[in-house]
Every structure is written in C-alpha cells, then in structure tokens.
C-alpha cells in the first residue's frame, strides 16, 4: 500500500474494471501518475503546475 499519497482513478479509465486505469495521487508540490494495473512498477511524477499543461498536451495528441 503506498502512504505518501491518496490514489485516485482517473474518471476516464473506461467501464468494467477498468482495464485502461490511470490513477493519480495530490501530493502537496507534485502530483504523481501510475498505472493501477501495476502500481509497483512506476510513478510519473510532476511539480504541480507543470501538471496542468501536461494534460492539455495529451488532450491535442489524442486522435
């Protein structure tokens, strides 16, 4: 279980189960990402204003 944050999945993370899950965690200077399906393996993390601009990124990428 990971204590330096609360984890939440992202509301975009499909039906079901939520087999294309993205989770992210508010950690007071940063926010972190990780993927819910193995959270062990990694962590994307940001300063928290560089977040913002991140996410608009993808929206422009996505198809």
Same mark, same amino acid.
């Given at each position: 279980?990971? %204590?330096?944050?609360?984890?939440? *999945? ?21 926010? =972190?990402?990780?993927?819910? *399906?193995?959270? =062990?393996?990694?962590?994307? %993390? $940001?300063?928290?204003? =560089?977040?913002?601009? $991140?996410?608009? =990124?993808? *929206?422009? %990428?996505?198809?």
């Amino acid at each position: 279980m990971d %204590t330096l944050g609360n984890w939440r *999945k992202s509301s975009y993370s499909g039906s079901g189960d939520g087999n294309a899950c993205v989770e992210i965690s508010d950690r007071r200077t940063h926010i =972190a990402i990780r993927d819910s *399906k193995d959270p =062990a393996v990694g962590t994307l %993390t $940001f300063p928290a204003e =560089a977040f913002s601009p $991140f996410i608009e =990124a993808l *929206k422009i %990428t996505q198809p």
